[in-house]
């Protein structure tokens, strides 16, 4: 079954402090991973988007890495900001009707 | 440019009523979803418009109707709703036709808060 785990649920962290998201997936045949930002109560807005081939892609502070291998993910948040507080989704493309799923997000709060 | 908009941003209906939950976007895009999002699950597709003139059922498309009324607008309909339809939902718009395909990013509206009592 074609699935993305993330982990973890959720995490706080000092502001100005870095942190790292994990992204599982199970998904096949793979065409490419996005990570997703959500603020409370908005839609989410694209940070990364990365094919196979790529093992890092960069967003400002916000750095995506992939090993198609292994089929991990992570996210890398740098110098944390109160901003940065939101829920962080992982999203694959692809399965046998190249359809986008959605991981269920990991929650991250930046407390001053 | 606001990119995509959704009306309204809360709605509350009783069991059985009908409503339509309303998209646009201002991107020139041809391909539309309409998403729901449930608490510790991730968003599940219900339907999408691959293009002008299309629509095809996603995921989750029981108790669910689409319209694809112009290369701008998509509309979704609950005939009667009922209380599993609590839910928020979120129209996304890419330029690319199809699916999801390559870099085929999607951009996500502000979403409804839907509550069937």
């Known amino acids: 079954k074609n699935q993305v785990e993330q982990s973890p649920q959720s995490l706080i962290i000092l502001e100005g402090k870095n942190c790292t998201l994990q992204c599982n997936y199970t998904v096949s045949p793979f065409s490419n991973l996005r990570w997703y930002k959500q603020d409370t109560g908005r839609g989410p807005v694209s940070l990364t988007i990365m094919t196979f081939s790529e093992n890092t892609k960069s967003n400002g502070r916000y750095t995506a890495t992939l090993d198609a291998d292994t089929k991990q993910s992570s996210l890398h948040i740098t110098a944390s900001q109160l901003s940065d507080s939101a829920s962080y989704i992982c999203v694959v493309s692809g399965g046998s009707q190249g359809n986008l799923i959605f991981g269920k997000g990991t929650k991250l709060s930046v407390k001053p | 440019n606001a990119g995509v908009t959704q009306t309204p941003k809360f709605q509350v209906l009783k069991t059985g009523q009908s409503m339509t939950l309303q998209c646009a976007q201002d991107m020139n895009h041809n391909s539309m979803y309409w998403y729901r999002q449930d608490p510790g699950m991730g968003l599940r597709l219900i339907y999408y418009?691959?293009?002008?003139?299309?629509?095809d059922k996603g995921e989750v498309p029981n108790g669910y109707n689409v319209s694809r009324l112009n290369k701008r607008e998509f509309s979704l309909r609950l005939e009667s709703a009922a209380p599993s339809q609590t839910s928020v939902y979120f129209c996304?718009?890419?330029?690319?036709?199809?699916?999801?395909?390559?870099?085929?990013?999607?951009?996500f509206g502000p979403g409804t808060r839907l509550t069937v009592l």
């Open positions: 996304a718009s890419s330029a690319a036709p199809g699916l999801a395909g390559t870099y085929n990013e999607q951009f």
């Open positions: 418009s691959a293009s002008e003139g299309t629509t």
